[in-house]
């Protein structure tokens, strides 16, 4: 019988969404970018190795925590200029980011990231005292979007999800 990439136990394994599927349904459409094949493909992206007890528990009041956020500071717009607040519990948005990076370096077959990240699977799992982690946030805005061919404007708006290795110092 299959492991869980979570809780470690032998169990029947069910489809885990790489991203929250409550944040791609508010979202609309999607596209994952798959960069083995090069190219992207529609559909939620899931990966199967979880089992229901950690998809349908913890990791499920994690997916609920995000959908909230989501739904008071991320569903509208901010604009460059524009003041606003963010407020968010620390552990449980540190804890819910973990594991959307932990679910996506299985994913996308990264070894190294996925041997880091799955130390941390007992904190995602749990919460708890964490060390060596560091959350960076960063606000992504409106930005205008010019036409280079005749010189009109629009607003481009930041609406996608996204995740990507980022080495730095």
Not at 22 to 37: C, F, N, V, W
Not at 98 to 127: D, Q, W
Request: glycine content about 8%; aromatic content about 12%; proline content about 5%.
């Amino acid at each position: 019988m299959p492991t869980c990439a979570y809780c470690k136990k032998e169990a029947v394994i069910t489809k885990e969404h790489i991203w929250p599927s409550g944040l791609i349904q508010r979202m609309g459409s999607t596209k994952t970018y798959e960069p083995r094949a090069g190219k992207f493909h529609g559909g939620e992206p899931v990966i199967r190795d979880v089992c229901a007890s950690c998809n349908n528990g913890n990791l499920s009041v994690l997916d609920d925590y995000l959908c909230e956020l989501f739904d008071k500071f991320m569903a509208s717009t901010w604009n460059p200029g524009n003041e606003g607040e963010f407020k968010y519990d620390y552990q449980f948005l540190l804890r819910g980011l973990l594991k959307i990076s932990f679910n996506s370096a299985r994913a996308m077959k990264n070894e190294v990231a996925a041997k880091v990240l799955n130390r941390y699977t007992p904190f995602i799992l749990t919460g708890g005292h964490i060390r060596n982690v560091c959350l960076r946030l960063q606000i992504v805005t409106s930005s205008k979007a010019i036409n280079i061919e005749d010189g009109t404007e629009k607003l481009f708006e930041p609406y996608a999800f996204r995740n990507a290795q980022v080495p730095y110092d």
